[in-house]
Protein backbone atom coordinates (compact mmCIF):
# COMPACT_ATOMS: atom_id res chain seq x y z
CA UNK A 1 0.00 0.00 0.00
CA UNK A 2 1.31 3.80 -0.92
CA UNK A 3 2.39 5.32 1.95
CA UNK A 4 -0.29 7.93 1.95
CA UNK A 5 -0.76 7.27 5.82
CA UNK A 6 1.51 6.61 8.65
CA UNK A 7 -0.69 4.03 10.53
CA UNK A 8 0.32 2.13 13.67
CA UNK A 9 1.52 -0.91 13.65
CA UNK A 10 -1.50 -2.75 14.79
CA UNK A 11 -4.46 -3.92 12.34
CA UNK A 12 -8.07 -3.31 13.01
CA UNK A 13 -9.86 -7.07 13.11
CA UNK A 14 -13.57 -6.13 13.59
CA UNK A 15 -15.61 -3.64 15.88
CA UNK A 16 -18.56 -3.99 18.67
CA UNK A 17 -20.42 -1.05 19.42
CA UNK A 18 -18.15 1.97 20.86
CA UNK A 19 -14.84 -0.57 20.47
CA UNK A 20 -12.35 -1.63 18.19
CA UNK A 21 -10.75 -4.83 18.22
CA UNK A 22 -7.25 -5.65 16.77
CA UNK A 23 -5.56 -8.98 15.58
CA UNK A 24 -4.62 -9.80 18.43
CA UNK A 25 -7.46 -9.09 20.28
CA UNK A 26 -6.69 -5.86 21.75
CA UNK A 27 -9.80 -3.78 22.74
CA UNK A 28 -10.03 -0.10 21.69
CA UNK A 29 -12.66 2.91 22.83
CA UNK A 30 -12.84 4.49 19.32
CA UNK A 31 -13.18 8.25 19.70
CA UNK A 32 -12.37 8.78 16.09
CA UNK A 33 -15.35 6.61 14.64
CA UNK A 34 -14.04 6.55 10.78
CA UNK A 35 -13.16 10.19 11.39
CA UNK A 36 -17.04 11.34 12.05
CA UNK A 37 -18.31 8.74 9.95
CA UNK A 38 -19.72 5.80 12.00
CA UNK A 39 -22.33 7.50 14.11
CA UNK A 40 -23.92 4.26 15.25
CA UNK A 41 -21.04 2.77 16.00
CA UNK A 42 -19.67 -0.91 14.51
CA UNK A 43 -21.53 -4.54 14.40
CA UNK A 44 -25.33 -2.07 14.25
CA UNK A 45 -27.57 -4.64 13.59
CA UNK A 46 -30.21 -2.11 12.24
CA UNK A 47 -27.90 -1.16 9.44
CA UNK A 48 -26.72 -4.98 8.75
CA UNK A 49 -30.19 -5.98 8.22
CA UNK A 50 -30.90 -2.97 6.00
CA UNK A 51 -27.80 -4.00 4.17
CA UNK A 52 -28.70 -7.44 3.93
CA UNK A 53 -32.31 -6.45 2.51
CA UNK A 54 -31.34 -4.28 -0.18
CA UNK A 55 -28.21 -6.43 -1.28
CA UNK A 56 -31.35 -8.98 -1.52
CA UNK A 57 -33.11 -6.71 -4.04
CA UNK A 58 -30.52 -4.94 -5.99
CA UNK A 59 -27.29 -2.96 -5.56
CA UNK A 60 -26.43 -1.14 -9.05
CA UNK A 61 -27.88 -0.40 -12.25
CA UNK A 62 -26.83 3.06 -13.28
CA UNK A 63 -28.23 6.73 -12.82
CA UNK A 64 -29.72 6.00 -15.94
CA UNK A 65 -32.19 4.84 -13.63
CA UNK A 66 -34.88 5.79 -10.84
CA UNK A 67 -34.22 3.31 -8.11
CA UNK A 68 -37.16 3.65 -4.83
CA UNK A 69 -33.72 3.98 -2.34
CA UNK A 70 -32.44 7.10 -4.02
CA UNK A 71 -35.71 8.79 -4.61
CA UNK A 72 -37.02 8.16 -0.56
CA UNK A 73 -33.41 9.25 0.65
CA UNK A 74 -33.55 12.74 -1.66
CA UNK A 75 -37.22 13.02 -0.21
CA UNK A 76 -36.18 12.65 3.25
CA UNK A 77 -33.41 15.33 2.71
CA UNK A 78 -35.60 17.35 1.11
CA UNK A 79 -38.26 16.96 4.07
CA UNK A 80 -35.50 17.48 6.65
CA UNK A 81 -33.72 20.12 5.13
CA UNK A 82 -33.70 23.38 3.32
CA UNK A 83 -33.24 22.01 -0.14
CA UNK A 84 -35.27 21.50 -2.94
CA UNK A 85 -32.96 19.03 -4.88
CA UNK A 86 -30.40 16.67 -4.31
CA UNK A 87 -27.30 15.34 -5.77
CA UNK A 88 -25.97 12.27 -4.79
CA UNK A 89 -22.04 10.95 -5.06
CA UNK A 90 -19.48 8.87 -3.41
CA UNK A 91 -17.58 10.99 -0.99
CA UNK A 92 -16.75 14.62 0.05
CA UNK A 93 -14.73 15.58 -2.18
CA UNK A 94 -16.77 14.85 -4.77
CA UNK A 95 -19.36 16.95 -3.26
CA UNK A 96 -17.53 19.63 -3.35
CA UNK A 97 -16.29 19.26 -6.84
CA UNK A 98 -20.46 19.03 -8.04
CA UNK A 99 -21.11 22.01 -5.84
CA UNK A 100 -18.35 24.21 -7.45
CA UNK A 101 -19.27 23.23 -11.04
CA UNK A 102 -23.33 23.91 -10.13
CA UNK A 103 -22.11 27.16 -7.79
CA UNK A 104 -20.58 28.22 -11.60
CA UNK A 105 -23.25 27.00 -13.81
CA UNK A 106 -25.29 29.22 -12.21
CA UNK A 107 -23.34 32.12 -12.42
CA UNK A 108 -23.12 31.43 -15.63
CA UNK A 109 -26.56 31.12 -16.21
CA UNK A 110 -28.10 34.16 -14.28
CA UNK A 111 -24.76 36.52 -13.87
CA UNK A 112 -22.28 35.76 -16.73
CA UNK A 113 -19.30 33.16 -17.57
CA UNK A 114 -16.67 35.43 -16.38
CA UNK A 115 -18.02 35.16 -13.20
CA UNK A 116 -16.58 32.12 -11.60
CA UNK A 117 -14.44 33.35 -8.38
CA UNK A 118 -15.52 31.73 -4.75
CA UNK A 119 -14.30 32.47 -1.11
CA UNK A 120 -13.45 30.02 0.73
CA UNK A 121 -11.41 30.27 4.64
CA UNK A 122 -8.15 30.09 5.65
CA UNK A 123 -7.88 26.99 7.73
CA UNK A 124 -10.75 25.16 6.02
CA UNK A 125 -10.75 21.64 4.18
CA UNK A 126 -12.83 20.44 1.36
CA UNK A 127 -11.45 17.56 0.07
CA UNK A 128 -8.39 15.94 -1.99
CA UNK A 129 -9.43 16.31 -5.87
CA UNK A 130 -8.04 19.07 -7.18
CA UNK A 131 -11.24 21.40 -7.22
CA UNK A 132 -11.71 20.78 -3.15
CA UNK A 133 -8.16 20.86 -2.75
CA UNK A 134 -7.97 24.31 -4.52
CA UNK A 135 -10.98 25.26 -2.23
CA UNK A 136 -9.07 24.07 0.77
CA UNK A 137 -7.74 27.04 2.59
CA UNK A 138 -4.51 24.76 3.98
CA UNK A 139 -1.20 25.46 1.71
CA UNK A 140 0.51 22.46 3.29
CA UNK A 141 -2.48 20.40 0.85
CA UNK A 142 -1.56 21.71 -2.13
CA UNK A 143 1.26 23.48 -2.50
CA UNK A 144 3.24 20.04 -4.01
CA UNK A 145 0.87 19.34 -6.63
CA UNK A 146 0.66 22.93 -8.39
CA UNK A 147 -1.12 24.25 -10.64
CA UNK A 148 -4.55 24.27 -8.94
CA UNK A 149 -7.79 25.39 -10.20
CA UNK A 150 -8.08 29.13 -10.30
CA UNK A 151 -10.71 30.91 -8.94
CA UNK A 152 -10.49 30.67 -4.95
CA UNK A 153 -10.01 33.35 -2.68
CA UNK A 154 -8.56 32.84 0.95
CA UNK A 155 -10.53 34.67 3.41
CA UNK A 156 -10.37 34.40 7.17
CA UNK A 157 -12.10 32.31 9.55
CA UNK A 158 -14.45 33.96 11.73
CA UNK A 159 -13.52 37.64 10.46
CA UNK A 160 -16.43 39.09 8.17
CA UNK A 161 -14.17 42.19 7.39
CA UNK A 162 -11.76 40.19 5.54
CA UNK A 163 -14.42 38.02 3.60
CA UNK A 164 -15.87 41.66 2.93
CA UNK A 165 -12.21 42.80 1.53
CA UNK A 166 -12.21 39.74 -1.00
CA UNK A 167 -15.64 40.56 -2.30
CA UNK A 168 -15.66 41.36 -6.30
CA UNK A 169 -18.32 41.72 -8.76
CA UNK A 170 -17.05 38.54 -9.89
CA UNK A 171 -17.27 36.55 -6.33
CA UNK A 172 -20.30 33.95 -6.72
CA UNK A 173 -20.12 32.25 -3.74
CA UNK A 174 -18.75 31.82 0.14
CA UNK A 175 -18.22 27.96 0.86
CA UNK A 176 -17.39 27.68 4.85
CA UNK A 177 -17.80 24.78 7.26
CA UNK A 178 -19.90 25.74 10.18
CA UNK A 179 -17.32 23.87 12.37
CA UNK A 180 -14.19 23.93 10.73
CA UNK A 181 -13.14 20.34 10.94
CA UNK A 182 -9.68 19.42 9.77
CA UNK A 183 -8.63 22.68 10.48
CA UNK A 184 -8.09 22.13 14.43
CA UNK A 185 -12.32 21.81 15.25
CA UNK A 186 -13.47 25.74 15.38
CA UNK A 187 -16.74 26.68 15.31
CA UNK A 188 -18.54 29.72 13.42
CA UNK A 189 -19.44 32.65 15.72
CA UNK A 190 -23.05 33.00 15.03
CA UNK A 191 -21.73 36.67 14.24
CA UNK A 192 -19.87 35.30 11.29
CA UNK A 193 -22.41 32.81 9.75
CA UNK A 194 -25.37 35.41 9.74
CA UNK A 195 -22.93 37.53 8.76
CA UNK A 196 -21.95 35.82 5.52
CA UNK A 197 -25.85 34.82 4.53
CA UNK A 198 -26.32 38.78 4.52
CA UNK A 199 -23.03 39.18 2.64
CA UNK A 200 -24.22 36.78 0.00
CA UNK A 201 -27.60 38.05 -0.23
CA UNK A 202 -26.24 41.64 -1.33
CA UNK A 203 -23.62 40.66 -2.83
CA UNK A 204 -25.88 38.52 -5.20
CA UNK A 205 -23.55 34.65 -4.32
CA UNK A 206 -24.25 32.05 -3.11
CA UNK A 207 -23.93 30.46 0.41
CA UNK A 208 -22.30 27.28 0.34
CA UNK A 209 -22.23 25.27 3.85
CA UNK A 210 -19.68 22.17 3.81
CA UNK A 211 -21.12 20.06 6.53
CA UNK A 212 -19.37 16.88 5.46
CA UNK A 213 -18.07 16.50 8.88
CA UNK A 214 -19.99 18.62 11.50
CA UNK A 215 -23.57 17.76 9.58
CA UNK A 216 -26.05 15.09 10.68
CA UNK A 217 -26.36 14.89 14.20
CA UNK A 218 -22.56 15.47 14.96
CA UNK A 219 -23.12 18.86 16.49
CA UNK A 220 -26.83 17.75 18.20
CA UNK A 221 -28.78 19.05 15.52
CA UNK A 222 -29.57 17.37 12.33
CA UNK A 223 -28.03 20.11 10.54
CA UNK A 224 -25.54 22.49 11.84
CA UNK A 225 -26.85 25.33 9.93
CA UNK A 226 -30.36 25.31 12.29
CA UNK A 227 -28.27 26.23 15.16
CA UNK A 228 -27.40 29.81 13.58
CA UNK A 229 -31.19 30.34 12.48
CA UNK A 230 -30.07 30.67 8.99
CA UNK A 231 -30.25 28.76 5.56
CA UNK A 232 -27.80 27.88 2.89
CA UNK A 233 -27.90 28.04 -0.84
CA UNK A 234 -26.46 24.88 -1.14
CA UNK A 235 -24.68 22.24 0.99
CA UNK A 236 -22.27 19.65 0.72
CA UNK A 237 -22.73 16.30 2.96
CA UNK A 238 -21.07 12.73 3.25
CA UNK A 239 -19.48 10.92 5.97
CA UNK A 240 -22.03 9.49 8.51
CA UNK A 241 -24.83 9.48 6.07
CA UNK A 242 -24.41 5.89 4.82
CA UNK A 243 -23.39 4.27 7.89
CA UNK A 244 -19.92 4.13 6.90
CA UNK A 245 -20.45 3.04 2.85
CA UNK A 246 -19.21 5.53 0.39
CA UNK A 247 -21.93 8.02 -0.11
CA UNK A 248 -22.35 11.70 -0.34
CA UNK A 249 -24.41 14.31 -1.43
CA UNK A 250 -25.10 18.14 -2.62
CA UNK A 251 -28.51 20.07 -0.98
CA UNK A 252 -29.57 22.84 -3.03
CA UNK A 253 -32.43 25.01 -3.59
CA UNK A 254 -34.53 25.29 -6.89
CA UNK A 255 -32.94 28.74 -7.67
CA UNK A 256 -29.32 26.62 -7.89
CA UNK A 257 -31.44 23.06 -9.06
CA UNK A 258 -33.37 25.23 -12.01
CA UNK A 259 -30.29 26.16 -13.88
CA UNK A 260 -28.72 22.31 -13.96
CA UNK A 261 -30.38 20.17 -17.58
CA UNK A 262 -29.19 16.30 -18.16
CA UNK A 263 -25.61 16.07 -18.83
CA UNK A 264 -23.88 18.93 -16.94
CA UNK A 265 -23.00 16.23 -14.40
CA UNK A 266 -23.18 12.83 -13.70
CA UNK A 267 -21.07 9.52 -11.68
CA UNK A 268 -21.57 5.52 -12.52
CA UNK A 269 -21.44 4.93 -8.89
CA UNK A 270 -22.73 7.56 -6.91
CA UNK A 271 -26.12 7.18 -4.65
CA UNK A 272 -26.83 3.62 -5.93
CA UNK A 273 -29.41 1.56 -4.62
CA UNK A 274 -27.84 -0.47 -1.70
CA UNK A 275 -25.89 2.58 -0.10
CA UNK A 276 -29.56 4.83 -0.23
CA UNK A 277 -31.20 2.38 1.12
CA UNK A 278 -28.79 2.13 4.15
CA UNK A 279 -28.37 5.91 4.29
CA UNK A 280 -32.39 6.64 4.42
CA UNK A 281 -32.45 4.18 7.98
CA UNK A 282 -29.60 6.01 9.32
CA UNK A 283 -31.05 9.43 8.95
CA UNK A 284 -34.47 8.88 9.85
CA UNK A 285 -32.58 7.34 13.09
CA UNK A 286 -30.48 10.38 13.42
CA UNK A 287 -33.32 13.14 12.62
CA UNK A 288 -35.01 11.67 15.40
CA UNK A 289 -35.62 14.88 18.14
CA UNK A 290 -34.77 12.22 21.29
CA UNK A 291 -31.51 11.01 19.76
CA UNK A 292 -30.29 14.64 18.56
CA UNK A 293 -31.53 15.35 22.13
CA UNK A 294 -29.41 12.32 23.61
CA UNK A 295 -26.33 13.60 21.38
CA UNK A 296 -26.89 17.38 23.01
CA UNK A 297 -26.48 15.36 26.86
CA UNK A 298 -23.81 13.41 25.94
CA UNK A 299 -21.97 16.75 24.68
CA UNK A 300 -22.58 18.81 27.70
CA UNK A 301 -21.36 15.81 30.01
CA UNK A 302 -18.08 15.64 27.88
CA UNK A 303 -17.33 19.47 27.66
CA UNK A 304 -18.19 19.59 31.54
CA UNK A 305 -15.43 17.20 32.13
CA UNK A 306 -13.14 18.43 29.40
CA UNK A 307 -13.68 21.83 30.98
CA UNK A 308 -12.79 21.06 34.47
CA UNK A 309 -9.68 19.01 33.77
CA UNK A 310 -8.58 22.20 31.62
CA UNK A 311 -8.75 23.62 35.06
CA UNK A 312 -6.30 20.84 36.83
CA UNK A 313 -4.42 19.75 33.74
CA UNK A 314 -1.98 22.52 32.47
CA UNK A 315 -0.88 21.39 28.92
CA UNK A 316 -4.79 21.70 28.03
CA UNK A 317 -4.80 24.93 26.52
CA UNK A 318 -8.57 25.02 25.67
CA UNK A 319 -11.40 22.43 24.45
CA UNK A 320 -13.72 23.69 21.46
CA UNK A 321 -16.11 22.32 19.35
CA UNK A 322 -19.89 21.84 19.40
CA UNK A 323 -21.74 18.83 20.19
CA UNK A 324 -19.59 15.44 19.75
CA UNK A 325 -16.74 17.28 17.42
CA UNK A 326 -13.97 18.37 19.96
CA UNK A 327 -11.17 20.05 19.53
CA UNK A 328 -8.19 19.94 22.40
CA UNK A 329 -5.10 21.98 22.13
CA UNK A 330 -2.26 20.98 24.23
CA UNK A 331 1.12 22.46 25.00
CA UNK A 332 2.67 18.63 24.32
CA UNK A 333 3.31 16.98 21.23
CA UNK A 334 -0.92 15.83 20.07
CA UNK A 335 1.05 12.91 17.99
CA UNK A 336 2.71 11.35 21.41
CA UNK A 337 -0.24 11.68 23.36
CA UNK A 338 -2.25 10.08 20.49
CA UNK A 339 0.24 7.31 20.59
CA UNK A 340 -0.08 7.10 24.57
CA UNK A 341 -3.38 6.93 24.02
CA UNK A 342 -3.17 4.08 21.23
CA UNK A 343 -1.29 2.00 23.91
CA UNK A 344 -3.74 2.39 26.59
CA UNK A 345 -6.48 1.32 24.53
CA UNK A 346 -8.32 4.64 23.36
CA UNK A 347 -8.64 5.98 19.63
CA UNK A 348 -8.34 9.76 18.99
CA UNK A 349 -7.01 11.66 15.95
CA UNK A 350 -4.93 14.76 15.46
CA UNK A 351 -6.69 17.92 13.68
CA UNK A 352 -5.01 21.45 12.62
CA UNK A 353 -2.75 23.56 15.42
CA UNK A 354 -1.31 21.33 18.25
CA UNK A 355 -4.71 19.77 18.86
CA UNK A 356 -6.23 16.50 19.07
CA UNK A 357 -9.87 16.01 18.41
CA UNK A 358 -12.26 13.46 19.58
CA UNK A 359 -15.44 12.02 17.39
CA UNK A 360 -16.99 9.76 19.25
CA UNK A 361 -19.94 7.51 17.22
CA UNK A 362 -22.84 9.39 18.14
CA UNK A 363 -23.76 6.36 20.11
CA UNK A 364 -21.63 6.47 23.01
CA UNK A 365 -23.01 6.19 26.14
CA UNK A 366 -21.51 8.23 29.55
CA UNK A 367 -20.04 5.49 30.59
CA UNK A 368 -17.62 5.38 27.70
CA UNK A 369 -16.87 9.52 27.87
CA UNK A 370 -16.05 8.54 31.84
CA UNK A 371 -13.65 5.61 30.44
CA UNK A 372 -11.83 8.16 27.88
CA UNK A 373 -11.71 10.94 30.04
CA UNK A 374 -10.26 8.81 32.29
CA UNK A 375 -7.47 6.97 29.92
CA UNK A 376 -6.55 10.76 28.49
CA UNK A 377 -6.08 12.24 31.65
CA UNK A 378 -3.70 9.03 32.70
CA UNK A 379 -1.79 9.68 29.60
CA UNK A 380 -1.36 13.59 29.82
CA UNK A 381 -0.33 13.32 33.23
CA UNK A 382 2.36 11.08 32.22
CA UNK A 383 3.58 12.95 29.44
CA UNK A 384 3.48 16.15 31.18
CA UNK A 385 5.63 14.94 33.68
CA UNK A 386 7.97 13.47 31.11
CA UNK A 387 8.01 16.99 29.97
CA UNK A 388 8.67 18.23 33.25
CA UNK A 389 11.73 15.57 33.57
CA UNK A 390 13.32 16.79 30.07
CA UNK A 391 13.22 20.87 30.96
C1 LIG B 1 -15.33 19.42 5.99
C2 LIG B 1 -14.85 18.37 5.04
N1 LIG B 1 -15.06 18.53 3.73
C3 LIG B 1 -14.66 17.61 2.84
C4 LIG B 1 -14.01 16.46 3.24
C5 LIG B 1 -13.59 15.43 2.23
O1 LIG B 1 -14.40 14.29 2.36
P1 LIG B 1 -13.93 12.87 1.78
O2 LIG B 1 -12.76 12.43 2.58
O3 LIG B 1 -15.13 11.99 1.93
O4 LIG B 1 -13.57 13.09 0.35
C6 LIG B 1 -13.75 16.27 4.59
C7 LIG B 1 -13.01 15.08 5.04
O5 LIG B 1 -12.43 15.05 6.10
C8 LIG B 1 -14.18 17.24 5.51
O6 LIG B 1 -13.97 17.10 6.84
Redesign the pocket.
Known sequence: MLGTYSRPGFVISHGNGVYLYDTDGKKYLDFVSG?AVNAFGYNDKQTQKALLEQSQRLWHCSNLYYTEPQVQLAELLVKKTFADKVFFCN???EA?EAAIKFARKWASATRSKEDFQIITLNRS????TYG?LAATGQPKFWENFGPMLTGFEFADFNDLESVKKRISDKTVAVLV?PVQ??GGVYPATQEFLQGLRELCEENNCLLIL?E??CGFGRTGTFCAYEQYGILPDMMTV??PIAGGLPL?AVLMNDNIASHIKPGDHGTTFGGGPLVTFVAHDILKRISRQSFLDSVKEKSDYIFAQLNELQGKIPDIVSVRGKGLMIGIELSVDPQTVINKCIADGLLICKTGGNAVRFLPPLIVEKKHIDEAVKKFTNVLNKVGKKDAEKS
Open positions: ISGTIFHGRAEGEDIQAKG
